[in-house]
C-alpha cells in the first residue's frame, strides 16, 4: 500500500509499466512490475526480490563496490 516507484516505461507491447519497490510484513524489500493494458486493466506482470548482482540495493540497480 505504501509503495514506491522506481521506474516508468512504455513496454514493447506498447502498454505502461512501473516499477514499485515495497516491504513485506517481515520487512524485506519486493519489487512489483505491473502496468495498465490499453484498456486500463492493471495487470502484474512480476514479483521478485531485488538481488545483487543487479541490485546495488532495493532502490539502485548495478553491481556493489565489494
Do not use: A, Q
Amino acid at each position: 500500500m505504501g509503495g514506491k516507484v522506481l521506474e516508468g516505461y512504455e513496454s514493447e507491447l506498447g502498454d505502461e509499466r512501473c516499477l514499485i519497490l515495497g516491504h513485506s510484513e517481515e520487512g524485506k524489500p519486493i519489487h512489483v512490475v505491473c502496468g495498465f493494458s490499453k484498456s486500463g486493466i492493471l495487470r502484474i506482470i512480476t514479483v521478485y526480490e531485488p538481488k545483487p548482482p543487479k541490485w546495488k540495493n532495493e532502490s539502485k540497480r548495478g553491481k556493489s563496490k565489494t
